[in-house]
């Protein structure tokens, strides 16, 4: 049983970098959780650096969470991009039937959510962007890791 989840494990860390590693993302960052659970005040941070600002970008939000995680979505603050001084962003976790969105394996789950479609960042160079946990459960258990995904629109 240990040795089955250890290559369950094992085969998803690899299929995920393989994944991750052949798109054309101009910026693909996991920040972990530290012991899987996310106090209000772990803020975390990333810094893409944006060469083209006549270009279009889609920017995706990713959360790899538990299976027990205990709420059917997670609210974030998104700060450093368009509103100030934060955007607040729901990402739905569970389907009404207890079934997990995204992809996982065995009870770890990855969900990406659009978060900016079309965005046009207004200066070059690295950007700053912060996220924090927005729930009402202090620590949150359950999240893993969270990410951002940055790629060049399609329009």
């Known amino acids: 049983m240990i040795k089955k989840t250890i290559f369950g494990l094992l085969a998803f860390s690899i299929l995920t970098m ?3 590693c052949s798109t054309n993302n101009t910026y693909n960052s996991f920040q972990k959780v530290k012991n899987y659970k996310w106090s209000n005040k ?11 600002i006549d270009k279009s970008y889609d920017i995706y939000l990713s959360v790899r969470y538990q299976k027990e995680y205990d709420f059917s979505n997670l609210w974030l ?19 009404n039937d207890g079934t997990p969105y995204g992809k ?9 959510a659009a ?5 046009k960042f207004k200066k070059s160079g690295t950007q700053k962007i912060a996220i924090i946990q927005n729930m009402r459960k ?9 990410g951002i995904i940055i790629k060049p629109s399609l329009k």
């Open 42 to 52: 772990d803020t975390l941070f990333y810094t893409p650096k944006i060469d083209d």
């Open 77 to 95: 603050q998104v700060y450093g991009l368009e509103k100030l001084p934060f955007d607040r962003i729901e990402i739905p976790l569970f389907k």
């Open 18 to 20: 393989f994944v991750s």
């Open 115 to 119: 978060y900016l479609k079309g965005y």
């Open 138 to 146: 202090n620590p949150l258990p359950g999240v893993m890791d969270i």
């Open 104 to 112: 996982g394996l065995k009870s770890n789950f990855t969900v990406n």
